[in-house]
């Protein structure tokens, strides 16, 4: 690795959770920072709409390389004082496979303003997060980030085998290719390259090569990381290993899927890892999933782990980005053991088995669900087909079920279906105003150590620090 291996990595969380303010805070003390990677562009555009609170996207892009393209985002979004809070926020064009320019544009300073001001104050790396299965705005997100130095990419949800080519153009300004596997709309797949070429965004400027990050792909075995070392593009620099524990997305169950009385998959030993093929593979790694504990941390480092990942505990500190009232509310139902989790099969439009924290008023409610109108206006995870017609269309399960249907879906894969996109950003404080004048709700996602994070609290108090995680982590701080 280019940069030391730390024993902390926090988690890249939800959109928006593993915020600036977060990784910052984590990469002060000496650990690795992250940010989510997801739906950048659209927090910016929120908040800007909002005032810009602080000034600090204002701040972060004075030093943004492309000024004529700042100065038109600007001019868009930023709306001194901020909206009216009844009305709702602008509609931004959607992700697509060929490239919407502004949709490009606002990814590139997306990415650029989180990783800038994650920066801010230290000289630590700070490290970025993506689904690999978000891959329409892949590409200009990653150069964003590039562009304001991220040192670590990364990537979960899906096999990035592609991705370190990417890194190797984008760092030199070159054009970058992402092949793609798309189903058609008769059920076989093809596969198509998404192309992005920073020469059509750097209006003129003549800019040094940037540096190269390190790349760590997020696996749940052994055989994963065995196939990316064989077929990736370029180095793999070590692996974070995630168990079926941890919160957000989860690898489905090896083998044919049994589900539990309360409908979750049921995980068993041919789902846990392989700690000594990683050993033998000679490369980092660190071990995820409900091991935010100094015995996890112990655990990691006697199997060989240059640590741990650790998200659930940094998702719920004052740092974070989850709303504050949400925050205290899962701590002090921790502490009343009544905290739980399900792995629900369906929720993620991904198809991925998806962590949610259950939680009153938000979508974890089925009456909650049952009453939201289905939209999908966001578009995050929208999945691109080929059509009948040979064009690239658009669907999503947690779109209205006609339109899916009339696009090839079927009932059944979109039943239970949540939009994740819309849910995610109002974990954040930054929800959609409906037509009829209410807000989107909520759809928490932690892992399986929320029940544990007691161990974080002082006097049961449900205000913690990222320096508290991490010294509980250490072992610094008994509990």
């Known amino acids: 690795m280019k940069i030391k291996p730390p024993k902390i990595i926090q988690g890249g969380m939800g959109a928006g959770v593993s915020n600036w303010r977060l990784a910052q805070a984590v990469s002060r003390i000496g650990h690795l920072g992250v940010v989510s990677g997801t739906g950048l562009d659209e927090i910016m555009a929120r908040c800007l709409q909002n005032g810009d609170p602080g000034g600090h996207i204002r701040r972060a892009l004075q030093n943004f390389p492309f000024p004529t393209m700042a100065k038109r985002v600007l001019d868009k979004l930023f709306i001194p004082g901020g909206k009216n809070p009844s009305e709702p926020y602008k509609t931004l064009p959607m992700h697509s496979f060929e ?42 997100a990653i150069y964003g980030a590039l562009l304001a130095g991220v040192a670590v990419i990364i990537m979960g949800a899906g096999i990035p085998i592609a991705i370190p080519r990417v890194l190797a ?101 041919r789902d846990e890892a392989n700690l000594s093929k990683f050993r033998e593979m000679g490369l980092p790694f660190w071990i995820a999933g409900s091991v935010g504990s100094a015995e996890g941390m112990q655990h990691a480092l006697e199997e060989g782990a240059s640590g741990i990942q650790v998200g659930t505990a940094f998702g719920l500190c004052t740092e974070s980005g989850l709303l504050p009232e949400v925050r205290q509310t899962l701590i002090q139902e921790a502490l009343d053991g009544k905290a739980e989790i399900i792995t629900d099969p369906t929720a993620s439009p991904t198809g991925f088995p998806f962590k949610v924290a259950k939680l009153a008023n938000s979508l974890s409610d089925p009456e909650v669900y049952a009453k939201r109108k289905r939209i999908c206006d966001l578009g995050f995870l929208r999945e691109p087909y080929v059509r009948k017609d040979g064009k690239v269309g658009y669907r999503c399960p947690a779109e209205p079920i006609p339109n899916f249907i009339a696009k090839g879906g079927t009932q059944e894969g979109a039943e239970g279906r949540v939009c994740l996109c819309n849910a995610l950003v109002a974990n ?52």
Not at 116 to 137: D, F, M, Q, T
Not at 216 to 235: M, N, R
Not at 443 to 470: Q, W, Y
């Open 169 to 269: 153009a984008l760092t030199q300004h070159e054009k970058a290719i992402y092949p793609v596997s798309l189903p058609t709309e008769d059920g076989k797949r093809v596969t198509l390259e998404q192309i992005f070429d920073p020469a059509d965004f750097i209006e003129g400027a003549t800019l040094p090569p940037l540096e190269l990050p390190d790349f760590l792909p997020i696996v749940s075995s052994e055989s994963l990381a065995s196939i990316l070392l064989k077929k990736a593009t370029g180095p793999i620099d070590g692996f974070i290993v995630e168990g079926n524990l941890a919160g957000g997305h989860n690898a489905p169950p090896r083998g044919k899927v049994v589900h539990n009385p309360s409908g979750e998959p049921i995980y068993g030993t």
């Open 99 to 140: 490239g919407q320019r502004e949709a490009q544009e606002l990814s590139i300073i997306g990415n650029y303003v989180e990783i800038s001001l994650a920066r801010e104050g230290h000289n630590n790396p700070v490290g970025i997060n993506y689904l690999e299965k978000i891959h329409l705005p892949h590409l200009p």
């Open 428 to 479: 954040i404080g930054l929800p959609q105003i409906l037509p009829d004048g209410t807000e989107e709700k909520c759809l928490i996602t932690m892992g399986n150590d929320l029940m544990n994070v007691g161990r974080f609290c002082i006097n049961n108090s449900t205000e913690f620090s990222a320096k508290d995680v991490a010294d509980v982590l250490l072992g610094t701080r008994i509990v």
